[in-house]
């Protein structure tokens, strides 16, 4: 079975960096997309920014020029820098692979556990 599992998270005061990662194990031929998604608290899961196989971005508005999306195609990871952290980031971020192929399965979406991320003001 397919599993993703997030590091990177923390406590970090704001105007600080954090760099998540999120690695996917298991017979995976291929991932179409890969991104990264946060829940506040009292909010809703909200996509924080995605990324193709051909390194195409996608980012919400409130994290462009701030966090940069990543990935290693060969390692099946994904990376999310963010910096200049503001407190309003703060939150449980998980990680997504969509449309993933396996050696018995056809494409489906997967989801880390999630790692929370905290900012101080």
């Known amino acids: 079975q397919v599993q993703l599992v997030e590091s990177g998270g923390g406590l970090v005061q704001a105007g600080g960096s954090l760099r998540l990662s999120c690695a996917a194990s298991?017979?995976?031929?291929?991932?179409?997309?890969m991104g990264w998604y946060r829940q506040a608290p009292g909010k809703q899961r909200e996509l924080v920014a995605s990324?193709?196989?051909?390194?195409?971005?996608n980012y919400v508005d409130g994290v462009k020029g701030r966090f940069t999306i990543s990935r290693d195609n060969a390692k099946n990871t994904v990376y999310l820098q963010m910096n200049s952290l503001k407190p309003e980031d703060t939150a449980v971020y998980y990680c997504?692979?969509?449309?993933?192929?396996?050696?018995?399965?056809?494409?489906?979406?997967?989801w880390g556990k999630g790692t929370l991320v905290t900012v101080s003001s």
């Open positions: 298991g017979r995976i031929f291929s991932i179409n997309t």
């Open positions: 997504n692979a969509h449309g993933v192929l396996t050696t018995t399965v056809n494409r489906m979406d997967y």
């Open positions: 990324i193709t196989g051909g390194g195409s971005n």
